[in-house]
């Protein structure tokens, strides 16, 4: 197994992300005007955008590793679960969805977890047609972050509290669910090829 490195500059990134992470769910959860408001879904994208910048700098500084992968995968986790557990907790997204994200991120995770003892990376293990396309390739990664970020975008948008937002409240809301339910069955989708690609790539190492 290889060394791990805490401190280079992608984990550093990986780390950072929970400053505006927390600012702007700070920002969601209180009763600010529009502007506030506006800074919160700032500082919502650039906690998503140092997603990107934490892998773009280790592969730059030539220190990306099979450990700074797992340090991406749980600062992810961090994000998105601190999203839906705020987003729940104001109303805005439903229980049983909460409780079926925190499932998945287990399990999965649980299962990368065990890839990571075989010394397989955070893709490594993908070796199915159907789970590269979903799980690993570049169009998937970019969709699932794309529609990511646009359901949490809507998400918070429904905390402001102006005319357009409150006249549309329903409509708005009624996307949003829709939103919700395609990111819930696509990490559905991924989590369960995760799984099942890892069982097969660890099985196969003990052949």
Known sequence: ME???LNNIGNRISVFRLVPLYFSIIIFVMD????????GLGFMFITFILDYFDGYY???????????????????????????????VLGLVPLWVLLI??????????FRTVAFGANLGT????????GKILVSSRFSR????VVKIA?????AALTINIDFIKTNFDLLSRISYVMIIILLFYNLIRGYYTVKDTISA????HE
Not at 58 to 68: E, I, Q
Not at 151 to 155: E, I, K, M, P
Not at 202 to 205: A, D, L, P, R
């Open 3 to 5: 060394k791990i490195v």
């Open 32 to 39: 600010f005007n529009f502007a506030i408001k506006l800074l």
């Open 58 to 88: 280790s592969k730059k500084t030539k220190t990306a590793s099979k450990f700074g992968g797992v340090v991406d995968v749980i600062f992810d986790r961090i994000v998105e679960a601190s999203y839906w557990v705020t987003f729940s």
């Open 101 to 110: 994200m925190l499932v998945r991120y287990f399990v999965t995770d649980g």
């Open 123 to 130: 893709f490594e293990m993908m070796k199915s047609k159907i």
């Open 142 to 145: 970019g969709f699932f972050v």
């Open 151 to 155: 359901t949490f975008s809507l998400l």
């Open 202 to 205: 660890v099985n196969k190492n």
